[in-house]
């Protein structure tokens, strides 16, 4: 969020960048179970990329900080966190046979997915996608 405020006594416009944590908060979230995924991802306005994985998965504990570093900018873009172990319901829906699992949804569709560890460079095209297809 860009703000510009008007200093009185120089009579200068002062640009200052602020953040509101809320609004970078409420854009990852923790499923638990199908009925907040109904909720979060399928019903959402915002695309949302859902990251399935598993705490014992080493590869995990190195996409997740990454996905959630490289959607932080955008707020177009939601993150939702589905550990497999929990929602097997959910693992069996989507046909999930490795983590981590990424899957990207618009308007309650999968529209993109990926297997495994990938490079940033893959997960910001999927962003730059998701993003496009938003604006158009």
Not at 21 to 35: G, M, P, Q, T, W
Not at 66 to 78: A, G, N, Q
């Amino acid at each position: 969020m860009l703000r510009i405020f008007r200093n009185a006594i120089l009579d200068k416009r002062i640009t200052r960048k602020t953040f509101s944590f809320s609004a970078i908060a409420a854009k990852r979230y923790v499923i638990k179970d199908h009925y907040e995924f109904d909720q979060k991802v399928i019903n959402s306005d915002n695309p949302v990329i859902v990251n399935f994985h598993a705490e014992w998965c080493d590869p995990c504990k190195i996409l997740t900080p990454k996905m959630t570093e490289l959607l932080e900018p955008s707020e177009e873009i939601d993150l939702a966190i589905v550990d497999v172990d929990d929602n097997a319901e959910l693992v069996q829906t989507f046909e999930v046979k490795a983590v981590p699992a990424i899957l990207a949804f618009r308007n309650g569709v999968v529209v993109d997915k990926f297997i495994g560890l990938v490079d940033a460079n893959m997960i910001e095209n999927l962003i730059g996608k998701l993003t496009k297809k938003k604006t158009t």
